[in-house]
Nanobody, 120 residues
Framework: QVQVVESGGGLVQPGESLRLSCAAS????????MAWYRQAPGNVRDMVAR???????NYADSVKGRFTISRDNAKNTAYLQMNNLKPEDTAVYSC??????????????WGQGTQVTVSS
């Protein structure tokens, strides 16, 4: 089993920053992609940023230049640095990870999500 725990959400004012963390644990042999998604009320869940084991990254157009995803492979942890936050960034942010377990089966696991609210 693979568990995913997010942390770092909160309430900030427009223009401020937050840093989210996503920690994966359990029967992990290989941890491939780690990604952040977000879902605002009434909207579908969209990918925000994704990072491969080797450090290749992809971003949604709406966050390019403001958000940075990184990871610490030794800790099975990914981070999302969010700068210059805007009210439209308000959403529940969830982390998704995938890879191979110690039993050589594929896993695709989600965390419970963390709320980010940007409001003056």
């Amino acid at each position: 089993q693979v568990q995913v725990v997010e942390s770092g959400g909160g309430l900030v004012q427009p223009g401020e920053s937050l840093r989210l963390s996503c920690a994966a644990s359990g029967s992990i042999r290989d941890l491939d992609f780690m990604a952040w998604y977000r879902q605002a009320p009434g909207n579908v869940r969209d990918m925000v940023a994704r990072i491969s084991y080797g450090g290749n990254t992809n971003y949604a157009d709406s966050v390019k230049g403001r958000f940075t995803i990184s990871r610490d492979n030794a800790k099975n942890t990914a981070y999302l640095q969010m700068n210059n936050l805007k009210p439209e960034d308000t959403a529940v942010y969830s982390c998704n990870v995938d890879g191979i377990t110690t039993s050589f089966t594929h896993f695709d696991s989600w965390g419970q999500g963390t709320q980010v609210t940007v409001s003056s």
